[in-house]
């Protein structure tokens, strides 16, 4: 191994960069019901073995039951898989530098690391970059010039994981799918793949990929139904082409708008700049983009967050057009650079401008003064390239818009970072993260424990009854010993809590509970939206959302001021019971108990 270079420093702070935006307060969201859906089953498959069933993402639920073994059952844990493939990924580029070049990979690397969408699906964990990682680092690992004493190593590491991403669910095969249409369209325009080494069930790919299949799968041997899962997985995908669409198409373009808005645009500027010299990755990257795009269109059981496939070709051409502008040696160089300095103000202008009506939209009394201004700003961007373009030279023309897209794409990593979801109020709605979002379920374990702790010494003592169908509520009573779910109740046996959702008929005992609402889950209206709110979500990711509440139950008599509970007092149906007036609001229950 060579001396380390500058490069090698690079990709090394490209990597921690990728680990950081990842990795900073991963837990602090609690679970949405599709994450802990995905948590509660690697628990389960951890704790029962064979008997339990891994579900669509058998991969997912081996390495994360092995992490709630090793490190505890947490949020942060629960996403941890996901959030550390997003971060590897960055190193597939580095690891083609020889056929990217070198400042292509390192600046692929870094829009791989920073880009909005791939940070916010890789904190998700019911998100497609699990999927998306290992297939990009086994593909990268196959087509690489690799040469010398590690050469097997590598083989054997892109095999295992290509078996890692066969068992990550349903959205391999949607990539997989994808890689399939661009195989045919390339064949049909003629693009060849690299020459590699024939594979063979000795060669080191076949043998890192079998005992990585058997073993992921099976979580070790302990649980042969993963490998079950595994097929089952091929069943939900081809579902997907059937049942009726939850995401509309239009919310991929408007994602694609509203994220990486100004990387299309300059994929589209360094397509036209190169022309017919494209180099053969540029080529292969626009085939796959549109066979993904493709592909996602005519999928019914798409998602947003499966945008992450459309994204990495993007990345690719944008961070080729990127290092030819770095590379460019314009003279004089004042020339591009004033043109890219009055582009960039008159984006900001327009931005501002949008902005300063979003609220009233088309209520505005001046509705069309404003639109005229900002079709102006747009106009005098356009004829400020035009006359550079004639005055100096068209050269200097093109190289001024690739600068101010460049400085534009750097703002927008930064506030898609610093203003993404995990740094962000909770208000912001980003239109990958699963629906509905996870409510208050961290406020329900802290009323539990301290209850618990208040009434009966432990925080964990209390018999729960939980009536909801719901993953996440599930996730929030992993640690309670005394769980049981029903979904009546009769008045000789009453547990410590109740818990049910708010329009519940059942559970309705005014004199012997206290009730607490909560917020259980948000759903976002995107299908109510109107032109004002997507322009304010494209402009804040705002959006409008209803709340669904649930209701936890307190037995009277474990409060200090509750008293004896009386069984001749209690109605006999419960479902006919008279509901509360009103629930004991938190600062009350605080007041009780002001340790918790």
């Known amino acids: 191994m060579g001396r380390p270079t500058i490069s090698h420093l690079l990709i090394a702070l490209i990597l921690l960069a990728g680990l950081a935006v990842r990795l900073q307060g991963l837990g602090a969201a609690p679970l949405s019901e599709a994450e802990a859906q995905l948590a509660v089953q690697a628990r389960s498959l951890l704790a029962g073995g064979g008997e339990s069933d891994p579900g669509a993402h058998p991969g997912y639920a081996a390495l994360t039951g092995l992490l709630f073994f090793l490190f505890g059952e947490t949020d942060f844990i629960a996403r941890l898989v996901p959030a550390l493939a997003g971060s590897l990924l960055v190193l597939a580029p580095w690891i083609l530098r020889d056929r990217l070049g070198t400042p292509a990979a390192l600046l692929l690397s870094a829009g791989l690391a920073l880009d909005p969408i791939l940070v916010g699906v890789s904190r998700l964990a019911d998100g497609p970059m699990f999927a998306a990682g290992a297939l990009g680092l086994a593909i990268s690992l196959r087509i690489a010039n690799i040469s010398g004493p590690d050469h097997a190593t590598r083989r054997a590491a892109a095999g295992i994981l290509a078996a890692l991403a066969l068992l990550a669910g349903p959205p391999v095969w949607l990539g997989l799918t994808m890689l399939l249409v661009a195989w045919i369209a390339g064949r049909v325009f003629g693009l060849r793949l690299p020459d590699r080494e024939p594979l063979s069930y000795r060669s080191p790919e076949a043998i890192g990929f079998g005992l990585a299949l ?145 609220n009233t939209f088309l209520q505005d009394p001046n509705l069309w003064l404003r639109v005229m201004v900002l079709v102006g700003t747009l106009v005098l961007a356009g004829l400020s390239a035009v006359l550079v373009g004639l005055g100096w030279e068209p050269d200097s023309a093109k190289s001024g818009i690739a600068w101010a897209l460049v400085v534009l794409i750097v703002f927008g990593l930064l506030k898609g970072i610093f203003g993404g979801s995990h740094l962000a109020s909770p208000e912001r709605r980003d239109l990958w993260l699963p629906s509905p979002l996870a409510g208050e379920t961290g406020l329900l374990a802290d009323t539990l424990h301290d209850l618990g702790g208040w009434s009966a010494g432990s925080p964990l003592a209390l018999d729960v009854v939980q009536s909801t169908e719901s993953p996440s509520v599930d996730w929030v009573l992993r640690e309670f010993p005394n769980v049981t779910r029903t979904a009546s109740l009769s008045r000789e046996d009453l547990p410590g809590i109740v818990i049910t ?95 918790g």
């Open 214 to 358: 058997i073993l992921a799968g099976t979580l070790f041997l302990r649980a042969p139904s993963g490998l079950g899962a595994f097929g089952g997985s091929i069943g939900v995908f081809l579902g997907g082409f059937i049942r009726e669409a939850a995401v509309p198409a239009l919310w991929l373009l408007i994602a694609l708008a509203g994220y990486q808005g100004f990387i299309v645009l300059f994929a589209a500027v360094h397509t036209w700049r190169v022309g017919a010299s494209a180099r053969p990755a540029d080529r292969a990257a626009w085939v796959f983009l549109l066979a993904g795009v493709t592909v996602l269109v005519f999928y019914r059981g798409r998602a947003v967050s499966d945008l992450v496939w459309v994204v990495l070709p993007l990345w690719v051409l944008a961070a080729a057009g990127i290092a030819a502008v770095l590379g460019t040696r314009s003279t004089p160089v004042y020339r591009p650079g004033l043109l890219a300095l009055i582009l960039v103000i008159l984006m900001i202008s327009f931005w501002v401008n949008l902005a300063s009506f979003s």
């Open 501 to 595: 959702e708010s329009d519940s008929q059942g559970f309705r005992f005014e004199s012997a509970y206290r009730g607490q609402g909560l917020t259980w889950r948000v759903r976002v209206l995107w299908n109510e939206m109107t032109g004002s709110d997507w322009l304010r979500w494209m402009l804040f990711k705002e959006a409008p959302a209803v709340s669904e509440q649930l209701i936890v139950w307190a037995r009277a008599d474990l409060f200090l001021t509750g008293g004896e509970v009386v069984q001749e007092d209690l109605p006999v149906d419960s479902s006919t019971a008279p509901v509360p007036e009103e629930l004991v609001p938190l600062e009350d229950v605080e007041e009780i108990f002001p340790d």
